[in-house]
């Protein structure tokens, strides 16, 4: 399946006014979170040349449509549908058929036939995607949780994750069957039931990559790039940044494009074999911003792997870059690719002058931070070197 024709809408959407929408009031709300979604929305609707209109208020309808920029991933589509929501040139963000498409779960195959599942569970996408991802498994029961993890600790040391949590937060490593029994007691089955578990091999000393893919304002553009992390001011290992290159069109023209070293093409062919299967597998699901996270290292037999870790249909750690990009193609018409990093800095942070700056202030919650984007536009030759992939 094409990846554009999977995204791309083939209607000029008629002017909007751009509102960002807090989807669930306990998800991605913190001060920090407000002011970096209005900052984006502000720069879509001037990409767009719409207005922007600030937080959505469904008490004061007005007589143009919406184009919402929302906090999470849509995860209820008769809502979405009944606010106007019903394709790429409505949102910026996705829409998924039932609430666990939007989560970790989908990356692995349940445990057996008669594993527990929630309703809607396609089984097809894990033969899709088994070249594409981790060994691991997705649970919806302790019991299964425990089967799953004793399998693999036959590889190694196993992660198990938190399928809601973000930002490398809620994840937690077990080296053998004592410290998985100890860790699954500690847990909730409710949640688990409620929402899975995933349990995966765990590499040591991962490279993350990103790889994503655009539709914004009638553009096509992904890109390719490498994770940072960092310590936030707590002290916690949380996600630091990205440096990403972005160029116009799909991800099969990123591959053309950027001519990119194995490891980074193994990356992005993943990313991409992951996308098309969720397209392929659950009917209804649409998005205009994607991103998958490849992490790439070792086992624990000292066998390197690759795969992707898990999708992000939202505003995410990179849209400050993403949206960099998107504005230096708009603003040039003959650029082909730009480099974008961005950066998340805990505690005191020296911002460069010609940084881009999304958010800067002391999160009640987070504390110190400030969020960030470099740009460099690169040439405009159609072929890039290994040395220029990030």
């Not at 002391?362 to 460099?376: A, F, Q, S, W």
Request: aromatic share 8%; glycine share 8%; net charge negative.
């Amino acid at each position: 399946m094409n990846t554009v024709m999977a995204l791309a809408s083939a209607t000029d959407p008629a002017p909007r006014r751009v509102v960002t929408w807090d989807v669930r009031r306990q998800d991605f709300c913190s001060e920090h979170e407000h002011a970096t979604r209005a900052n984006f929305a502000q720069r879509l609707a001037a990409l767009h040349g719409w207005d922007f209109a600030g937080a959505y208020d469904a008490a004061q309808p007005g007589s143009q449509p919406l184009y919402f920029v929302p906090s999470d991933t849509l995860t209820d589509p008769h809502q979405a549908k009944a606010l106007g929501i019903t394709g790429v040139d409505d949102l910026f963000g996705g829409v998924v058929p039932h609430a666990f498409v939007a989560t970790k779960a989908i990356s692995h195959p349940l445990i057996g036939p008669d594993a527990v599942r929630p309703v809607g569970w396609s089984a097809r996408i894990a033969v899709e995607i088994a070249d594409a991802v981790l060994p691991g498994f997705s649970c919806f029961s302790i019991d299964e949780a425990r089967g799953a993890g004793r399998a693999l600790l036959d590889i190694g040391r196993v992660r198990l994750k938190s399928v809601t949590a973000t930002g490398g937060r809620g994840q937690q490593v077990v080296d053998d069957v004592h410290a998985l029994e100890r860790c699954l007691d500690a847990m909730d089955e409710r949640e688990i039931a409620t929402h899975g578990l995933v349990l995966e091999t765990n590499l040591e000393q991962p490279d993350t990559y990103s790889v994503g893919q655009l539709l914004v304002a009638q553009r096509i553009v992904s890109y390719c790039g490498k994770q940072r992390t960092t310590r936030d001011n707590a002290g916690a290992e949380v996600y630091g940044g990205s440096d990403l290159l972005l160029v116009r069109g799909d991800l099969d023209t990123l591959l053309a494009v950027v001519d990119p070293p194995p490891p980074l093409r193994r990356a992005i062919e993943q990313a991409r074999c992951y996308h098309r299967a969720v397209i392929d597998c659950y009917p209804g699901f649409f998005a205009s911003r994607v991103n998958y996270d490849v992490a790439q290292g070792l086992d624990g037999r000292g066998e390197w792997r690759s795969g992707v870790l898990e999708q992000s249909w939202r505003v995410g750690g990179a849209t400050g870059a993403e949206i960099a990009g998107l504005e230096a193609f708009h603003q040039d018409p003959a650029c082909q690719r730009v480099h974008a990093s961005c950066f998340e800095v805990y505690g005191a942070a020296d911002v460069p002058a010609d940084a881009i700056v999304a958010y800067r202030g002391n999160d009640p919650e987070t504390g110190p931070l400030c969020k960030y984007t470099l740009l460099k536009t690169a040439t405009t030759t159609t072929t890039t070197s290994h040395a220029d992939t990030p």
